[in-house]
């Protein structure tokens, strides 16, 4: 079948997928203040080869040139996010006009292209002066990210209508407060939990805010989700599968839907209640105008005894010996077609949007030319995982790709490239790739 863009409909939204530490380097330009990640990246043999994000894709000095090249590729919506400390350099207080005339004038360039800027509030760069008073941890965060997110609407509003509050809160709070590999690099229990809390808090805070200052935005907030499934169809595995999938799909699903945190699959989440204040039950709902999914991978589980709190664990793609990514993720595009059907058979779901989708492969650069068949292989086999999903009946009303440029890929430095684009990160020259063409050629 030859998939077209015709067959998702005149109302399906398009576009691209960015994250500020990620591509803009200029790390202490424009007034910038530090953030978790210009901090964790400089502690030893945190990142892949001891790599950072100082410069990155120089997106922050380049963006008009890497916004015309997307709109030579067809790309009519644009999700990136801004940094916080670029224009709070201290997460609260005094605001850096430099950050402010920074984004507004990605917004206004965007526009003029008739690019539609699709914001991110928080893409896990928090100001390094937030996270000394506790970061996540601190409760005071609901405040902090509330003031933050309220300057946002107030400076860039009159031109952005479609905000994503919080990029996938399990992800930074799993791996930045609980297993220590993504800044801060704190661990334990009771991290997690007070983070985890903290962040579905604000995920509802953040949403508030921007409502009660415009009427007509179009406001949701994003999740890393995950096909699970038994390694074995023996009750051990299935069981184990099922509090994997508690814990990457629904610990912040739920209780934005009213259902609370799903603490009979994880016992352990009922420690959540020591972080629980008078009315927070109620404050952890919001009606969003739309749920970003975001899904890259299917998992394996197993019953595994000695691993605490779960007792279960990933059966790697390596071990499974199945094609992978250079993620080590299993090539399985299936696995967006189950969560979309996992996250609308919820009561009362939003319309969902996929907001990141794509894959990172070894590209080669041959005669100034990339050619990445595995990747346009990839899309086309989600994409049709996507049109099975809507026609079973479930609203999914857009596809941003992860991503435009190849970048910083956070612990991993920036050997995995997922771009559409890519980049020399010696001399920042871009080429597109064949499948920055064949999306170009898609959305024509
Ligand atoms: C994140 C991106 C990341 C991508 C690929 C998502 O979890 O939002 O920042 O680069 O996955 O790992």
Known sequence: MLLTKDAFGEDFTWGVSTAAYQIEGAHNQGGKGHSIWDIFVKKKNKIFQNQHGDTACDFYNRYTQDLYLMYSLNIPNYRFSISWSRILPNG???????????????????????????VTLYHWDLPDALEKKGGWVNRDIKEWFGNYVSLCVAYFGDRVKNWMVLNEPMVFSAAGYFFGVH??????????????????????????????????????????CSHIEPFR???????????????????????LLGLGYPTADIKTLNRIEKYMKQNDEKDLIFNMDFIGVQNYTREIIRHATFVPFLQAKIVSAKERKVEMTAMNWEVYPESMYHVLRKF?????????????????FPDQVENNQVDDPQRIKYLQHTLEQVIRAKQEGVK??????????????????YHPRFGLVYVDFQTQKRIVKSSGHWYANFLK
Do not use: C
């Open 233 to 255: 169809m023996k009750e051990k595995d299935i069981l184990a599968a099922r509090r994997v999938d508690a814990l990457l799909n629904r610990l912040f699903i739920e209780p």
């Open 183 to 224: 800044a801060p690099g704190r661990k334990g229990l009771d991290n997690f939990l007070a983070a985890t809390h903290h962040a579905a808090l604000t995920q509802t805070q953040g949403a508030r805010v921007i409502k009660s200052m415009q009427k007509d935005s179009n406001v949701g907030t994003t999740f890393s």
């Open 92 to 118: 609260i207080g005094e605001v850096s006009e430099d950050g402010i005339d920074f984004y507004n004038r990605l917004i206004d360039f965007s526009l003029e292209l008739g690019i539609t800027p699709w």
């Open 344 to 360: 609308s058979a919820y009561p009362n779901m939003p319309p969902l949007i996929i907001t990141e989708n794509g894959a990172a």
């Open 396 to 413: 999914v009303n857009g596809y941003f790709v992860w991503t435009f440029l190849d970048n910083f890929e956070w612990a991993e430095g």
